[in-house]
């Protein structure tokens, strides 16, 4: 806001009241499509985070904070974003179907055996 001051003055200065209102409006219109559109654009790619998750965290933060807290909220998502990306758990599937030609209940007994996140019932146990 402050970089439109000296065009608007000097448009006051030498245009008039008018010609200084209009870029007024312009420059106030020019900043906000700016800022929740074009910037999450590149600053996603700078980022590597997800373009919807930049625009959503710029319109969130301007919702929340007004204009200063819409332009911090892209460092804000990428710091979160590479939060859960390296410290979430992550947990391997695994899947056999018996119309795989290579499918054993070994094979089964040995994945779940592997997974403790399986719930195993007394059928299993028994095998």
């Known amino acids: 806001y402050i970089g439109a001051a000296v ?3 000097l448009t006051l200065a030498l245009q008039g009241l008018t ?13 906000q499509l700016e800022n929740y559109f074009l910037s999450p ?4 790619k700078t980022m590597e985070i997800n373009g919807g998750v930049a625009f ?11 204009p200063m807290l819409a ?3 892209l460092p804000i998502a990428a710091l979160v974003t590479s939060f859960v990306k390296n410290f979430s758990r992550r947990y391997p599937l695994a899947y056999f179907s ?17 997974n403790p996140h399986v719930m195993r019932d007394a059928e299993s146990e028994a095998r």
């Open 98 to 114: 018996p119309y795989d030609g290579d499918y054993t209940e070994e094979d089964e007994d040995a994945a779940v055996e592997a």
């Open 19 to 31: 010609a200084a209102v209009i870029l007024l409006i312009w420059t106030l219109i020019y900043q």
């Open 7 to 9: 065009p608007i003055l």
């Open 71 to 73: 332009f911090m909220s």
């Open 56 to 66: 959503g965290s710029a319109l969130a933060g301007g919702a929340i904070g007004g």
């Open 41 to 44: 654009k590149i600053s996603a």
